[in-house]
């Protein structure tokens, strides 16, 4: 199959217009099924594969690494496949029990990187982000080390993840300033259901010329549909590990439930399935480089690779804009 591409922000690096995610690997999938998942992604046409230290998230300091290890074997496996794939991970998150063990100072990332590097089995990554914000450590020592990193040839680009537009804004400025390594992406969390970087971070990525590469675009699976009120599902990402109580702090209240019915309808007029919807509304954004889909089984990437070929009609768009316009504006609109 046959998958547009595009140019991941300003750099020429080109990767696929869908990407795969993997935090379910090694929790909630087992390695026999993330391999599966692995192989449709790639016969799909997805060449952006992307990972954390912290996968899979949810499991504790028992299962850190896991997703890597499991990525890095995948990759292995097959003689070129390394070659053939724009891998991405990240690092900010706990992985051990010293204090220091976590966060952005430079003995954090340059001993993360390599961790990363050796369960991934590769010499490099393409793209090192940072998972979050780490404010007690100066941007400037952060800037610094990963500019080492990058220019030791252990990673191609940096980006971030989970960064409010000022710090963003405010390390941009500092690369500049000091002649370092500037961030070439943004991986924020973005659906239907959230749309709060519409407002700042959007408009500065569009400036400044970043890629945006989008997580939950299904909120967590709510926008499949599958879920119904009440009692979280089991054996999904509301009930599994220690991000279950995150997932259902996101999204498991009566307002987004009402909100999904709604699009279950639009989409049921449209003759589409919601989860297609979903990404592709996500896909219709200009600023989008590359959504992140997650899967629990390989038959789950049916719809969402399909995303990838639906043309979604401006009126429709317009319609799903106005039903979502709540959530621009996070719990102000409670």
Known sequence: MTLATTRLGRTGLTVSRLALGTMTFGLQTEESVARQILDKAAQGGINFLDTADVYPLGGGLNTIGATEEILGRWLRDAPGRRAGFVVATKAFGRTGPHPWDQGSSRKHLLDAIDASLARLQTDYVDLYQLH????????????????????????????????????????????ELHGLVRFVSVQPRYSLLFREIEREL????????????????????????KHRRGAPTEGTRFTLGTAAERYQERYWADRYFDTVDALQALAKEAGVPLTTLSVA???????????????????????????ADYVLDAGLKQRLDE??????WGDSAR
């Open 132 to 175: 979050g914000d780490d404010t007690r450590t100066p941007l400037d020592e952060t800037l610094e080390a990963l500019d080492t990193i990058v220019r030791s040839g252990r990673a191609r680009y940096v980006g971030v993840s989970n960064f409010l537009a000022y710090r963003l804004a405010r390390a941009l400025g500092k690369s």
């Open 323 to 328: 039903l979502t316009q709540v959530y621009r």
């Open 281 to 307: 509304w996500v896909l219709a954004n200009p600023l989008v480089t590359a959504p992140l889909l997650g899967a629990s089984r390989p038959d789950q990437l049916d719809d969402t690779l399909a995303a």
């Open 202 to 225: 959007l408009p500065l990525a569009q400036e400044e010329g970043l890629g945006v590469i989008p997580y939950n675009p299904l909120a967590g699976g709510l926008l499949t549909g």
